[in-house]
Structures are given as C-alpha cells and as structure tokens.
C-alpha cells in the first residue's frame, strides 16, 4: 500500500514508434516484500588512515549501526570498537574512520599488524537494512583487502624533563616498543639549531620506565645527569631545553622506526621543565696535612666555593674549643664538576697542625655553611 509507479511519456515505444501514455500513481498488481537479510560480502582495513570499509550486499541503515558489537581479533586477543563519528546516509558501504583511542589499543593488543592477524566479527544485531532485517551474523572474517602499517611514529610532544631526578616524558603520534628505545640516538640542546654558542649532550644511556604505548617514559643516567648540569645553560630553563631524536631512536608497534626529530624550526621544545632545587651535598672529603690541600666532593656539580665558610672539627657537635673556620686559601675548580680543591692558606694550615683537630682521621669532620 506505500508502492506506486509513475511512467512518464516517451518512457517507451511501441512498434509503430508511438510513446507511451503518461501513467502516474499506478498501484502495484503484484509485490514481493524484500525478506532477505543483508549481507557483509567484503571489508578492508588501512592499517596507514585507520580507515576500516564495509561492504554489504543491499543498502544498510546505518543509524541502526551498534559500533560496540564490532570485534577485531587476531588469534589471542579482541577488541570492540567503541565510538563511530561518519556518516549516517543510508548505503551499502560504512567507512569507520577509527578514533585514536581504538586504534592504539589495537595496536597495542597486536591486532590487525598484518593480514593473517586481521579477524572481523558481529552478531545479527549489530546493523540493520532499510526494513529492519537484521544483518548476517559473520564470525571471523578476514579482509578482502589489508594495508600494513608503513608510517612512522611522530613525535608530538617533548612531555617533561626533570633535570632533578633525571625522569624524561616522550608523547608519540601512536604506540611504541619501549625494549627497542635507543637512548643513544637522543641529544639535549640548548636551541633547536645548532651555532658557536649552541650546547648540546648525546646520551649514553637510560632506563625505560613506562610500558609499550604512546607515551614514553625513561629515565636519565648518574652520569648523564652531571653531564647535562655540568653545562650549565643546557636545560636549565624551559627556553633553552629542546630534543633531538636520530631516526633509529625508537620503533612503533608494526617495526617502523621513528620519525627524525631535526634542527629544523621550531624545534621541539620541552612542554613542562622540573627545574633543579635541590642543593649539593657534601659526599665527602680529603685533607691532606702536608700539602693542606682539602678535597670536597658533592651530590652534584657545583661554581665557586668560599673557603671561609668551612670548618674543620674534631668531633661531631664541637665546640668552640674543638674546630678551626678557615680564614682564606684558594679554591680550585673547573665549574660543573662534582670536586673542589681548596689550598689552606700557610696561617691556617699552621693553626689547625697547632690545635688538637685533625691528628688523625677520626678526629677530623667538617663543617659547610649552606650558601657556601
């Protein structure tokens, strides 16, 4: 009762070439009810734009479309999609563009890495055609057509840098294989190109502390650590703390190896700088009584040091009658190095041989004014 037919003139001929009489409203004399359910005879999947294209055998209503009952699977592990932003015109094909969150968990999961790994499912419920014939259910299904994953991790932000505790936070375009991160291939630099004036470091090594993903979290070596500070300017403000990454720093979840990171403008820039407040500590020292050298050596590398803010003690707590404050002597030091030298001067060398402090090594501590 909803079906009718117009046949405009000219539509057809007779034999003798006479068109047709115009017909409008026509009723049928005759209908079979479409009763058969639609189906998925093709899909393909670009591992590349995350485009996933379904292809079905009648036109489908896609508002009726339920992305959640959506599977991909490999052999060992599943995943339901869960968000679907394209176009909901009626049509036999559904391009599902796959949101980002979807498509690195599926690859995290390894599922869809190649074609042998690629497993489509859904139930009978999940779309239905124009007249709400529920779809084929498919178990399963391989792709008719597959595209690897050919492109290469990005990196999109230089996250944060510690330059306390060493902790480095890397946020790439997708996920990444933390085993395979090269800290080699990282260099620290004062400017995103380099000049006369540029510093720079290359890392030697470092520890990876975050899991597969997007974000990469590692953390900086002792040694690397006292190497960038002994710098000085090298990120010791967010201005003058960018990143460099070779192309073979790190691989995303298919083996592509990352995007390089180059002196190109403008740069990557650390988004958050942890500055340094933590001050150096005297690790220990070394007093020799005959040349009056006194050797410091700190927690960090350290700049000038004033003599006369040390005291050297016999015993812990002493007092006044049990240490000797330096009056002068030399300091000398390469600036951000972890060791001091200081010469006492002759008068003050004499007066601590004069005194009961420092006879022997356990009767010899020392005392630092802070801000020394």
Not at 317 to 332: D, F, K, M
């Amino acid at each position: 009762n909803n079906t009718f037919l117009d046949f405009h003139s000219q539509a057809v001929l007779d034999m003798n070439k006479n068109p047709n009489v115009d017909a409008f409203n026509v009723p049928a004399s005759g209908f079979v009810k479409d009763n058969e359910n639609p189906i998925l005879y093709a899909y393909s999947v670009d591992m590349n734009t995350g485009n996933l294209v379904l292809s079905f055998d009648e036109t489908v209503d896609i508002a009726s479309m339920v992305i959640s009952q959506l599977v991909l699977s490999s052999a060992t592990q599943l995943y339901n999609l869960t968000i679907f932003a394209g176009s909901v015109v009626p049509s036999p094909t559904i391009t599902i563009t796959i949101n980002t969150s979807d498509f690195n968990q599926l690859k995290l999961r390894r599922i869809c890495l190649t074609n042998i790994t690629c497993h489509l499912s859904f139930p009978s419920t999940f779309i239905r055609d124009r007249i709400g014939r529920p779809v084929v259910p498919v178990v399963l299904k391989t792709p008719s057509t597959f595209m690897t994953d050919m492109t290469k991790p990005v990196l999109v932000d230089f996250s944060q840098f510690s330059i306390t505790s060493g902790a480095v936070t890397l946020l790439f375009s997708e996920p990444v294989q933390a085993s395979t991160f090269n800290a080699s291939q990282v260099t620290f630099q004062t400017f995103f190109v380099s000049d006369a004036t540029t510093k720079s470091y290359t890392l030697r090594n470092a520890t990876v502390v975050s899991p597969d993903g997007a974000v990469l979290q590692f953390n900086l070596t002792t040694s690397d650590m006292l190497a960038i500070q002994a710098l000085g300017s090298l990120c010791d403000r967010r201005g003058n703390c960018y990143i460099l990454l070779t192309p073979t720093t790190v691989k995303d979840i298919s083996g592509n190896w990352n995007d390089p990171v180059l002196e190109i403008f403008p740069g990557k820039v650390v988004t958050v700088l942890v500055s340094d407040i933590t001050p150096p500590v005297l690790t220990g020292f070394d007093l020799n009584m005959n040349t009056g050298v006194l050797t410091l050596s700190f927690s960090e590398p350290v700049g000038t040091l004033d003599p006369t803010a040390i005291t050297i003690v016999s015993v812990p707590n002493a007092n006044a009658s049990q240490q000797y404050t330096l009056t002068g002597g030399v300091s000398n030091y390469t600036s951000g190095q972890v060791v001091i030298y200081v010469t006492l001067s002759p008068s003050d060398l004499n007066a601590v041989k004069s005194s009961s402090i420092a006879k022997q090594k356990s009767n010899t501590y020392l005392a630092i004014n802070s801000g020394a």
